[in-house]
């Protein structure tokens, strides 16, 4: 599975349901229906694109948008949700995470705060995960065998935030600022959080 097929599998999820849990059963029925290396592919194409937005810059507006509240977890979930965005913005957020400004899911958030929002509108995407797993064991009935597949690839998945560029201070409000200026208009961070924010987000 090239990248162009992962990302147009994804995009096919959203134009049939814009229901989170629906848009996963459509792909994992959609990967189940293939050989086996294709859901390690999926996997994999998953882990790649992860990487290229496993940054400080990402984290930080992450931590932005919901006000502090984004643990290593809640990161790792906000990766998955990136791509659950399709292929257009996640290139430009991969980019420019200010870009974030520019998403409708995002926008829908601003001046509430994330005690407001429903489960279904938080900016995570944890089950993305669990799609592969569950298309590879349909078709091998093997139970956890995925990640011995991909690691036969030579390849280890992430499971948590790993950040390889510049640290810097999350909780610094002008560094913010200067770093997201159309997120930090739309999400200013409350006090307490910014207190708490450099805690929250050590991986």
């Known amino acids: ?14 134009a ?17 229906e293939r050989p086996a290396a294709e859901a390690v592919d999926f996997a994999v194409r998953l882990d790649e694109l992860r990487g290229r937005v496993d940054t400080w810059r990402h984290w930080g507006a992450a931590l932005l948008i ?19 965005l399709g292929r257009a913005a996640f ?3 991969a980019d420019d995470p200010d870009a974030l400004a520019d998403v409708p899911q995002v926008r829908r958030l601003a001046g509430r705060h994330p005690r407001e929002w429903a489960e279904d509108e938080w900016p995570e995407w944890e089950c993305l995960d669990y799609v592969a797993d569950e298309a590879y064991e349909r078709v091998t009935g ?12 030579g390849r ?3 499971c948590s935030p790993d950040p390889a560029d510049e640290r810097w201070d999350l909780s610094d ?7 997201y200026p159309r997120l930090a208009g739309m999400f200013p961070l409350p006090d307490r959080a910014r207190e ?8």
Do not use: K
């Not at 599975?1 to 959203?14: C, K, N, T, V």
């Not at 919901?66 to 659950?84: E, I, K, N, R, T």
């Open 1 to 14: 599975m090239h990248m162009d097929e992962f990302w147009a599998l994804i995009e096919r999820s959203a």
């Open 16 to 32: 049939v349901t814009a229901i989170g849990d629906e848009r996963l059963a459509w792909l994992t029925d959609r990967l189940a």
């Open 66 to 84: 919901c006000g502090g509240l984004c643990s290593d977890d809640g990161f790792h979930y906000f990766q998955a949700w990136l791509v659950g």
């Open 91 to 93: 290139e430009r957020v």
């Open 142 to 153: 093997e139970e956890e065998g995925l990640d011995e597949a991909v690691e036969a690839r």
């Open 156 to 158: 280890e998945l992430s």
């Open 173 to 179: 409000p002008a560094e913010l600022a200067r770093r």
């Open 196 to 203: 708490r924010v450099w805690e929250t987000a050590r991986p």
